[in-house]
Nanobody, 119 residues
Framework: QVQLVESGGGSVQAGGSLRLSCAAS????????MHWFRQAPGKERERVAT???????RYADSVKGRFTISKDNAKITLYLQMNSLKPEDTAIYYC?????????????WGQGTQVTVSS
């Protein structure tokens, strides 16, 4: 069981960068599959990045090459480095944790942090 709290969102110009953080509390962080999702107004929720317990990463095609997911097990924190941001990246971003597989719907979710990219 974990609690997740996102931070680092904000407003940037297209081409800029942001780094999102997700601080976790509880136990079992190292065993979870961790994700970043996003949801824009009127759009379905989209999984943008995943990192498993071994550090293997996966990305949505829309962010591949621009976003990097990482985690610090000692700090019990998940990160999303977002570079070359585009207006279509505008959304609320959520971190999430699931177990035992990355393919299952995550069990735990953060409250979300707003990212706005202007052209």
């Amino acid at each position: 069981q974990v609690q997740l709290v996102e931070s680092g969102g904000g407003s940037v110009q297209a081409g800029g960068s942001l780094r999102l953080s997700c601080a976790a509390s509880g136990y079992g962080f190292r065993s979870y599959c961790m994700h970043w999702f996003r949801q824009a107004p009127g759009k379905e929720r989209e999984r943008v990045a995943t990192i498993d317990s071994d550090g293997m990463t996966r990305y949505a095609d829309s962010v591949k090459g621009r976003f990097t997911i990482s985690k610090d097990n000692a700090k019990i924190t998940l990160y999303l480095q977002m570079n070359s941001l585009k207006p279509e990246d505008t959304a609320i971003y959520y971190c999430a944790a699931g177990w035992p597989k990355c393919t299952v719907t995550p069990t735990y979710w953060g409250q979300g942090t707003q990212v706005t990219v202007s052209s």
